[in-house]
């Protein structure tokens, strides 16, 4: 039995990788071409978190857990001859997809990028989808961690999967319709819809698990070893909006809420996002799925300007004072929305998990004042219109 876990050397596949593999006696293997660290190096910023590299990684899991049920691949999912080769020669029963160029802002930097993160995204998961049809592998259950944002910002509760649509006094379920508000969420509306597809054509059981805004440096696995850390961004186009304010408050950065900050955004801390995927992935047999099911992976949905406050607050406790400033919204949003979202199916499968807010940014404060110099070296990352200064000094 064997488990595929793609982007295994990012910031949630490498710590989905180490629990799954803990709860299963199955082999893990992880898949990565490590694109991640090279968009951010293309950027000009860095991990805050120093990460091992993979093979150190591995040796460290094997170390201190005793995993010898972990293992990796290089290679790149775009490339169809590498995933027909990978699905070959490895027959798994569950894939588990959190690979992809995750950045709605690197997206958006010019089209030449957004025609990459298109093509990058989409071709992967399709490789996988057919890869899995034309080797016979429909019994494989296919975990994709897609987004949030395709429901985009409606002015009604988002439901946890499918929409009721009526015309002419008749009712009927349908996909959520596409509503992302960027180049890279509107990848993951597409996955959400191959999947779809490839559920019916194919008959693959399904989970569409749609990730929040993730927070946090730290799960179960990776407190026990610094070899084990994953990655923490904080530069304006991979740093989430949460650790971007946790490195400007580090750095005695005034924490930049875009506007008035009052729309609320959906949040997950990397813990309970870890738990979600372990629990699909390496849960009761019994359990497996043979259908499509839309996860929504969210534990609570926060203002922005919410989260700058508690960072601030938090932020005192480590002797930080930190400023909160309002500046002009360079996008296009509403600053007052009121997100409503479901996620009984997904609370259900985390058994009620959830760590507090105010305790992941403690975690996180805890993790990046050991690495102040890396943040400081690099705070003119924070703010975008910084990369087409760096491209030019290039």
């Known amino acids: 039995m064997t488990t595929i876990v793609t982007g295994g050397d990012g910031y949630i596949g490498w710590p989905a990788a180490l629990r799954i593999a803990r709860r299963t006696e199955d082999r893990v293997l992880l898949v990565d071409n490590f694109a991640r660290r090279e968009w951010v190096e293309e950027v000009g910023s860095t991990s805050a978190v120093p990460i091992a590299g993979i093979d150190e990684r591995i040796a460290a899991a094997r ?33 588990v997809h959190t690979a992809a160029q995750p950045s709605a802002p690197y997206s958006q930097i010019n089209g030449e990028r957004a025609n990459y993160t298109q093509h990058n995204n989409m071709q992967a998961t399709q490789n996988l989808l ?78 569409d698990v749609r990730t929040a805004i993730t927070y946090g440096t730290e799960t179960e696995e990776t407190r026990a070893d610094d070899r084990l850390k994953t990655r923490f961004d904080f530069d304006y186009y991979f740093g989430t909006v949460a650790h971007r304010f946790c490195a400007q408050a580090v750095a005695g950065y005034p924490v930049t809420v875009y506007g008035r900050g009052e729309q609320r955004k959906p949040f997950i801390s ?49 002797g930080l004072e930190v400023a909160v400033e309002h500046f002009e919204n360079p996008r296009d949003e509403d600053e007052t929305h009121k997100m409503e979202i479901e996620n009984d199916r997904y609370a259900e499968l985390i ?38 200064d760096w491209e030019a000094d290039e």
């Open 351 to 388: 058994g009620g998990q959830d760590q507090e807010f105010e305790a992941g940014v403690r975690d996180i404060f805890e993790t990046l004042t050991r690495y102040e110099d890396t943040i400081t070296a690099r705070e003119d990352r924070f703010l975008p219109g910084v990369l087409d």
């Open 63 to 95: 170390e201190v857990y005793g995993l010898g049920n972990l293992s990796f691949v290089e290679g790149d999912l775009v490339e169809k001859s590498f995933v027909d080769e990978l699905l070959a020669v490895h027959e798994p029963d569950t894939v």
């Open 270 to 318: 990397l813990e309970d996002a870890v738990e979600g995927l372990a629990q699909l992935a390496a849960g009761d047999p019994g359990d497996r799925p043979d259908d499509l099911t839309v996860y929504n992976q969210v534990t609570r949905a926060i203002s922005i300007v919410e989260v700058a406050e508690t960072i601030a607050d938090v932020g005192s406790e480590f």
């Open 130 to 207: 057919w890869g899995l049809e034309e080797r016979d592998l429909t019994d494989t259950h296919f975990i994709e961690t897609t987004t949030t944002g395709v429901y985009g910002a409606p002015e009604f509760p988002i439901p946890e999967g499918g929409a009721v649509m009526e015309n002419q006094g008749e009712r009927d379920e349908v996909p959520f319709p596409a509503m992302a508000g960027s180049w890279y969420h509107l990848t993951k509306s597409h996955d959400g819809a191959n999947m779809r597809l490839a559920h019916q054509q194919f008959d693959i059981p399904v989970s």
